[in-house]
Every structure is written in structure tokens, then in C-alpha cells.
């Protein structure tokens, strides 16, 4: 398990990075996942979703990321309004929140390199010329580098890949960033590695952080507080 987080080297802003008002969500419209459910994120704050699998807060994760829209609720990224989710939110708000999801070989595009996985939003965005600057470092930050990132995902462990979609979720300098079980799948000793590197990339740069997952040890060490999901539904 990785040690508590020491204090941040960064002061928080009074702006939330996220404020999820009376969210309710779910595929199904007739039986919705969450329903009026309201969590904040302080400006540089970690905060940890503590629940069991199948109570809906991977859902709201998809929702504080724009990747799903709820079916009512407002969503708000440092102060601004979302009005659009997906591929409809405009590109200056939805590349404020970096994701990292539980499985990485979901997450990858099987024909990239790791490379080009991790350069991918660069080059989406018009940012090109980053690249070659941006990616050794932010690679190395995150444990890999030599011939690892030349190779495809089928070619590493599940811990590389999920280094890699770590560092793709980062490379655009989120406010926010969302990990979504990110180390579910992990051996103790990776997950310590992705921890510490979420922790160095948050102390230079003082992103916000919404941990999601059912293991309490962890979040509780990782982060500066743990909401249990069930507190977030109306009584």
C-alpha cells in the first residue's frame, strides 16, 4: 500500500474543480442509476468515492468527466457550466478533466504504440509540436520509458498499460483528474507507483483529483478526504 500522502506544495483555489448538483443518471430512463446525487471538489482537492461494485459511482464518475449526460443536475468544472457531454462539450472544457479508467486494454487503442497512446490528445487538439518536448518526461514520470513505448498494448502487463493511459490522461495539464478504480486490477507494488505519480504530477501542478473505488485503505490514505456514496443519496 502506498504511504499517506504528504502535504500538497500547491495552496488550493476557492473556485471547486468540480460541483455536481442533484445528478440523476443511468442507461435506462425509466430506472435511473443515481438519482439527485450532489458532490464538490475543492480547487486542488483529492477526494476518494468510496462504494461497492454496482452502486452507480462509476456512472457519476462518467458524468463529472462529460462522458455521460444525466438525465438531470448540473455539472460544473472550475465554475463553468457544462452544457454539452462527449463529443458535444466544447473542447476547452472537456480537456480540462483527464480520466483514467479501471481496464486499460478497454481504454487503448489495441493499434497504437504506447507512444502514440500517450501522445494521442496532443494531436487531437492540434498540438503537435508538444509532443516530441512533452512525452519522454511525462513517460518517465510515470515509470516507463526504453523500448516500452515503442511497443503495442497486446506487447506489455496490464500495469504498463495502465502507466501509459495514466500519462495520456495527463498530458493535456488537466484541473481535474478522475481515476476510476484505476488500480482494481493491480498488484501492491504498481499500485503504489501509479499513486506516487499521480501525487508528483498534483503537487507541481495542483490538479484536483476524484478517486473512485471500493478499497478504503487506499483512498483513505491517498486522499485529503472520503465520501461513502451512500451518504451522497437523499435521504
Known amino acids: 500500500m502506498p504511504e499517506p500522502a504528504p502535504e500538497p506544495a500547491y495552496e488550493t483555489t476557492p473556485e471547486p474543480a468540480l460541483e455536481l448538483r442533484g445528478i440523476t443518471a443511468g442507461y435506462d430512463r425509466r430506472a435511473p442509476v443515481l438519482r439527485e446525487v450532489s458532490l464538490t471538489v475543492g480547487g486542488g482537492e483529492a477526494v476518494g468515492l468510496l462504494g461497492p461494485s454496482g452502486c452507480g459511482k462509476s456512472t457519476l464518475a462518467r ?9 438531470a443536475g448540473t455539472v460544473r468544472l472550475a465554475g463553468r457550466p457544462a452544457h454539452g457531454f462527449r463529443h458535444r ?24 504504440t ?3 497512446l500517450i501522445a494521442e490528445p496532443l ?31 497486446h506487447e506489455v502487463s496490464d500495469g504498463q498499460l495502465q502507466r501509459a493511459c495514466l500519462a495520456r490522461a495527463l498530458v493535456l495539464r488537466p484541473r481535474l ?26 503537487r507541481e501542478h495542483g490538479t484536483a483529483l476524484l478517486a473512485v473505488g471500493h478499497d478504503r485503505v487506499l ?15 437523499p435521504r
Not at 463529472?64 to 438525465?71: G, I, N, S, V
Not at 478504480?181 to 507494488?189: N, V
Open 63 to 71: 458524468v463529472a468527466a462529460l462522458l455521460h449526460r444525466p438525465q
Open 89 to 112: 462539450a466544447p473542447r476547452e472544457l472537456r480537456t480540462t478533466v483527464g480520466v483514467v479508467f479501471q481496464q486499460p486494454r478497454l481504454a487503448a487503442d489495441p493499434r497504437l
Open 114 to 116: 504506447l507512444a502514440d
Open 123 to 153: 494531436r487531437a487538439t492540434g498540438r503537435r509540436a508538444e509532443v516530441r518536448v512533452r512525452l519522454p518526461a511525462l513517460a518517465a514520470s510515470v515509470g516507463l520509458g526504453g523500448d516500452l513505448l515503442a511497443r503495442r498494448p
Open 177 to 202: 483528474l478522475v481515476c476510476d478504480e484505476m488500480t482494481a486490477m493491480l498488484d501492491a507494488s504498481t499500485t503504489a507507483a501509479l499513486v506516487a505519480a499521480v501525487e508528483e504530477y498534483r
Open 219 to 233: 483512498l483513505e490514505r491517498w486522499c485529503d478526504r472520503t465520501v461513502e456514496f451512500k451518504t451522497l443519496l
